[in-house]
Structure formats: structure tokens, C-alpha cells
Nanobody, 126 residues
Framework: QVELVESGGGSAQAGESLRLSCAAS????????MGWFRQAPGKQREAVAL????????LYHDSVSRRFRIYRDNGDATVTLLMNNLELADTGTYYC???????????????????WGQGTQVTVSA
């Protein structure tokens, strides 16, 4: 079993930065990838960034690829999402996740998964 604990988030103005961290514990050696999902009010939950643990490769949703960066801290199973130049559309609840099943071959969509954090709110204002 794996537990994911999130930290960070909060409120920011457009153009500012926020940082989210996700610490995995338990059977972390079994994980292949970790990442962050975002769910805006009334919208489907979608991943914005993925970090491949064995090879450090990253994937980004088109909406954030030029502004967000995901990285691993100190080689541990802690993944941080640095969100720069925040936009109003970045507002939502952010969830850390690991090894989620891809929906129809799309890494940023899922209909399940066993490992999720509790969610943390990010609110961007003008």
C-alpha cells in the first residue's frame, strides 16, 4: 500500500507562483510514476503533470507546459509541482496521484486508480 500526503497550495494572484508537494510512503518502491491532477468546479479531473520515477521523464498538459514544473526532491518519493505565472484557470482542487490507469491511452485522464492524496485547494485571483 502507498499513502500520499500533500502540502502547499493556497491563494495567489495571477502571475504569482505556488508550490505543491506530495510525499509518498509505504511501498513506494512499487511506484512507476506520480503526478498531479486538477479539478476545477464543474469540470472533469485531469492530470497536469506526471513524473516518471525510474527515468525522471516528465509529461505536462498543454495548458501548463510552459508554466509548471514537476520534479522529485532529493531522490525520495516526494514530488513537487512548481506552478509559475498562475492564471485564473488554474483555480481548482489539486490531487496528488500515483500509478493511475490511463483512460483510452491518455495519460491525463483516468477513471480510477488506487493512490490519491486528499486534495489541496489552489485559488488564483485577478
Amino acid at each position: 500500500q502507498v499513502e500520499l500526503v500533500e502540502s502547499g497550495g493556497g491563494s495567489a494572484q495571477a502571475g504569482e507562483s505556488l508550490r505543491l508537494s506530495c510525499a509518498a510512503s509505504g511501498d513506494t518502491h512499487t511506484l512507476s510514476y506520480m503526478g498531479w491532477f486538477r479539478q476545477a468546479p464543474g469540470k472533469q479531473r485531469e492530470a497536469v503533470a506526471l513524473f516518471n520515477l525510474p527515468n525522471n521523464l516528465t509529461l505536462y498538459h498543454d495548458s501548463v507546459s510552459r508554466r509548471f514544473r514537476i520534479y522529485r526532491d532529493n531522490g525520495d518519493a516526494t514530488v513537487t509541482l512548481l506552478m509559475n505565472n498562475l492564471e485564473l484557470a488554474d483555480t481548482g482542487t489539486y490531487y496528488c496521484a500515483a500509478d493511475w490507469p490511463w483512460e483510452n491511452g491518455r495519460w491525463y485522464r483516468t477513471a480510477g486508480g488506487d493512490y490519491w492524496g486528499q486534495g489541496t485547494q489552489v485559488t488564483v485571483s485577478a
